[in-house]
């Protein structure tokens, strides 16, 4: 197969241009641990890995072959600035991570030669699929279950329950409406427990600590996709996940510009990853519900990672949205 032409920027666009050797600086970071990459570098960071587990060719910020093949399709991942910045003359992949949502780009699909635009997940698919019709699709990148494993028998669990913190807005009113119940719920069956959160560790330290988890407690609002609890998920430890299904609450859109329902916290989900709850009153029953669940054998969340979101099984899906946004049909 042809070579996927891949272009990404995190950060500053203008030292990307100059700068050939920021793409190679970028994909040796792709080994190292000590590395602690944002979301959306995490997401290029590991479909470029399944795309090398799987020996797809690729090139990465090549802007001279794009300029001189414009008949060849380029897939624009990460921030706008990356698309916005240039004509691009060539038929497109866009996304994911590009757009928050369609009013940040109304004529996208006029403007440039997009042929398929991927969101994280399936309910952003549903908020955009109005605006951008049917040629948004829900992608999710892979997680690296070779990193992210299960401990060994032998491990030492001296945390029955680790919490994970990422509520992100108005956390004044949020944390001691949502994260306290559940707290003070697990002080009063005094479970061991410790607290992580979000955007404040590093991945050995997370690694490390859900090693002696026997389970995890995530409370987020709303995810596109959710990397750090799928991560936990491949390491083998069940989740109890706030649930909510309420509106898309980022304060940049909601709700002045933007009113969309129903959303996530756990977007890709099924029985064997653990428990769900919907408010902080139902917590002390999912937590009856997994204890339950823990005690008879039957939850095997590393297994629904395997199965739906591997590094491979993810950069392959990605290679079939690239074929079909390349072919000729895609023009029709």
Same mark, same amino acid.
């Given at each position: ?36 990459? !944002? ?47 240039? #004509?691009?003359? #060539? ?13 940040? #780009? ?45 401990? !060994? ?6 945390? /029955? ?8 807005? /108005?956390?004044?009113?949020? &944390? ?5 119940? &559940?707290?003070?719920?697990? /002080? ?82 099924? /029985? ?61």
């Amino acid at each position: 197969m042809n070579p996927l032409n891949l272009f990404y920027t995190a950060g500053d666009l203008d030292r990307l241009l100059r700068q050939d050797r920021f793409p190679w600086r970028l994909i040796r970071r792709i080994g190292p641990r000590s590395y602690q990459p !944002g979301g959306q570098t995490r997401v290029f960071m590991n479909l470029v890995a399944g795309l090398r587990a799987l020996d797809i060719p690729h090139r990465i910020n090549d802007f001279n072959y794009a300029r001189r093949h414009p008949e060849d399709l380029c897939c624009i991942l990460g921030k706008r600035r990356m698309l916005e910045s240039r #004509s691009w003359d #060539s038929p497109l992949l866009v996304g994911p991570c590009v757009y928050d949502h369609p009013i940040d #780009s109304p004529q996208l699909f006029e403007k440039w030669k997009v042929r398929r635009l991927l969101v994280p997940g399936e309910w952003m698919r549903r908020m955009c699929e109005p605006h951008w019709g049917s040629r948004v699709y829900a992608w999710p990148v892979g997680i690296d279950t070779d990193y992210w494993t299960p401990a !060994g028998t032998d491990a030492k669990r001296d945390i /029955d329950v680790l919490v994970y913190d990422k509520i992100l807005w /108005d956390r004044r009113a949020a &944390v001691p409406r949502i994260l306290g119940p &559940v707290l003070a719920e697990i /002080d009063r069956r005094r479970l061991r427990h410790a607290v992580i959160r979000y955007g404040r560790y590093e991945p050995d330290q997370y690694r490390g600590v859900l090693a002696r988890s026997r389970c995890m407690v995530f409370i987020c609002e709303h995810e596109t996709q959710g990397l750090a609890y799928q991560e936990a998920l491949s390491a083998g430890v069940p989740l109890l996940a706030w649930h909510s299904a309420s509106f898309w609450k980022d304060p940049k859109y909601y709700p002045h510009k933007v009113v969309f329902s129903p959303v996530s916290g756990v977007p890709y989900w099924d /029985d064997r990853c653990g428990v769900r709850f919907s408010a902080p009153d139902g917590f002390a029953d999912a937590l009856d519900q997994l204890e339950a669940r823990l005690a008879s054998g039957d939850l095997d969340p590393r297994t629904f990672i395997l199965e739906t979101l591997s590094l491979e099984k993810c950069a392959a899906a990605f290679a079939e949205h690239a074929a079909a946004a390349g072919s000729v049909e895609a023009t029709a």
